[in-house]
């Protein structure tokens, strides 16, 4: 059965900021993948993924973001913010908070 995902959308001037929220798992990152993918597609290529209601990410979900990261490189940027402790342990193991950037605060992400 596959997890429900709800991904709430803000914005703050250029800079669209999704809040995940629940679990992004192997039955719902694709999900996650294609709302990720039309922003991108639609113009959006400043991100903010707002952690704070996220409780638990696995690799499916973190290979969206990878793709999401290289997606928006040539002009935009994307940032992760407000991560659990185990989630943000997660992306320093992996290395991933070396290819996108990880930050403290949603404050902290909008002054990237």
Known sequence: MASKLQILT???????????????DSSNASDFEREMNTH???GDVN????FSRLSFISSSGMRVLLIAAKRVRRGGKLVLCSMRDSIRE????????AIITV???RQDALSV
């Open 103 to 105: 930050v403290k605060s």
């Open 10 to 24: 803000e914005r703050e001037a250029d800079i669209l900021i999704l809040v995940p929220e629940g679990r992004i």
């Open 90 to 97: 997660i992306f320093s193991i992996s290395g991933f908070d």
């Open 47 to 50: 991100l903010v993924v707002d």
């Open 40 to 42: 991108i597609d639609n």
